[in-house]
């Protein structure tokens, strides 16, 4: 190979890292998830639970998201020992150590989490906050934040309006791109569940960047940090919006 030629390898190697390196950067890099549960349609297949025998038409929860949980990405249970990493597989979520919060950020969280009447927050600390570098406080409160943002966006008003009736992943992509900015559904994962014959929407996966794992986050805007995330598929393409109640 001539000397030119191993310039001009060089070189056409040298601008194809750079230009990945822009595609992520421009991508942005998904660090956190922002688990949000739809939980008429998680009571479906889970009727026995505290939070869903006792879920009503009126309560916030039947018109909102509900917030399950806040994850860094692929960390698990850091610092936990092995006994509490058993119960918490085995599902025994009560017996997990009490999560300490401040009487503000509990009502909060009794009222974005329902799942706290089966010990969904001290499952979510054990596993996921623990592989934070905030505290029980902030990291919830961060948590009740966020999805305070998304219950305040197109997102909640398009579900609110359409329950009973099926909405199409594109419609739901628009909504997060008219809330928080152009792109901001493309970092958006749907899930859908089957009770009986029906496909019903059962929560949103939303990717955020670096900075939803700082206190700090408790004052930011959620579109910022969809922004900087990374995009991903969508998943499920259309699912009913279900109703509180059996």
């Known amino acids: ?40 349609a998680f009571c479906q297949t889970n009727q026995k639970k505290a939070e869903c025998a006792s879920q009503t038409g009126e309560r916030h929860d039947a018109t909102n998201f509900s917030l399950h949980g806040l994850w860094p990405m692929r960390q698990n249970y850091c610092g936990v ?14 017996s997990l150590p009490q999560v300490t919060l401040s009487a503000e950020t509990q009502a909060a969280l009794v009222k974005a989490m329902p799942g706290t009447q089966s010990g969904l927050e001290r499952h979510e600390w054990t596993k996921h906050g623990t592989c934070t570098k905030m505290s029980a406080e902030d990291y919830f409160g961060v948590g009740v934040h966020l999805l305070g943002g998304l219950n305040a966006s197109a997102v909640r008003e398009l579900f609110a309006a359409n329950i009973g009736k099926p909405v199409k992943a594109e419609a739901i992509k628009a909504a997060f791109d008219k809330s928080f900015g152009p792109g901001a559904g493309d970092r958006v994962k749907m899930s859908c569940r089957r009770a009986g ?14 900075a939803a794992g700082s206190a700090s986050a408790k004052s930011a805007g959620l579109g910022d ?16 919006v279900d109703a509180a109640g059996f």
């Open 225 to 240: 940090l969809i922004q900087g995330a990374g995009k991903t598929s969508f998943g499920c393409d259309e699912g009913v």
């Open 81 to 94: 020992s092995d006994d509490q990493k058993a119960a918490d597989k085995d599902g025994k979520w009560t």
């Open 197 to 210: 014959n029906v496909k019903m929407i059962s929560g949103l996966t939303i990717g955020l960047s670096e």
């Open 1 to 40: 190979m001539s000397s030119m030629q191993l310039r001009t390898l060089t070189f056409a190697v040298s601008m194809t890292l750079a230009g990945a390196a822009m595609a992520q950067q421009a991508d942005g890099r998904t660090r956190f998830i922002l688990a949000a549960s739809w939980q008429p």
